[in-house]
């Protein structure tokens, strides 16, 4: 009975230091900064919204209707 005991409870001391070490390397993997990747694309995109919008604003509170030429 007591080698039974023993070896359960080294088992447990096993993977209770396999769950630590996995946590530690999953800490360790997620706190390395990422990359800054600049682009210019995220910016034309933030300009195409801001023009889209104003548009939409241009038309919704014009007082007279807009004409096409």
């Given at each position: 009975?007591?080698?039974k005991k023993t070896t359960i409870a080294a088992i447990l001391a096993a993977?209770?230091?396999y769950e630590a070490e996995t946590?530690?390397?999953v800490l360790q993997l997620s706190e390395k900064p990422r990359p800054i990747i600049v682009s210019n694309w995220k910016?034309?995109?933030v300009g195409e919204m801001m023009r889209m919008r104003t548009t939409w604003q241009l038309?919704?509170?014009?007082?007279r209707p807009m004409q096409r030429r």
């Open positions: 009975m007591k080698n993977v209770d230091q946590q530690a390397a910016y034309y995109g038309r919704l509170c014009n007082t």
